[in-house]
């Protein structure tokens, strides 16, 4: 069974970088592609960005040119390094795999806070 366990979230200013890390372990054959989304209080939890198992990537517009997502598969990681951070970015940031056969697992979630 696979578990993803999310690290690196905290409070920053405007303007400031984080950088989110998702580590996975257990079975990690099948997967298909990793995630980032985010859900910001009272709305509904949105994507940020996705990379495939082929390394392509796709984000939000609202992040374009500020958020980069990554991997490592050495470590079994995907990061989300998140530069020119900006109240409106303030959520909990969930990780997320999706396999092949069609199922999804997430992970529990960090804080992001950006303060003005």
């Known amino acids: 069974q696979v578990q993803l366990v999310e690290s690196g979230g905290g409070l920053v200013q405007t303007g400031g970088s984080l950088r989110l890390s998702c580590a996975t372990s257990g079975s990690i054959f099948g997967i298909k592609a990793m995630g980032w989304y985010r859900q910001a209080t009272g709305k509904q939890r949105e994507l940020v960005a996705a990379i495939t198992s082929g390394g392509s990537t796709n984000y939000a517009d609202s992040v374009k040119g500020r958020f980069t997502i990554s991997r490592d598969n050495a470590k079994n990681t995907v990061y989300l390094q998140m530069n020119s951070l900006k109240p409106e970015d303030t959520a909990v940031y969930y990780c997320?795999?999706?396999?092949?056969?069609?199922?999804?697992?997430w992970g529990q979630g960090t804080r992001v806070t950006v303060s003005s």
């Open positions: 997320k795999a999706d396999f092949s056969g069609g199922h999804e697992v």
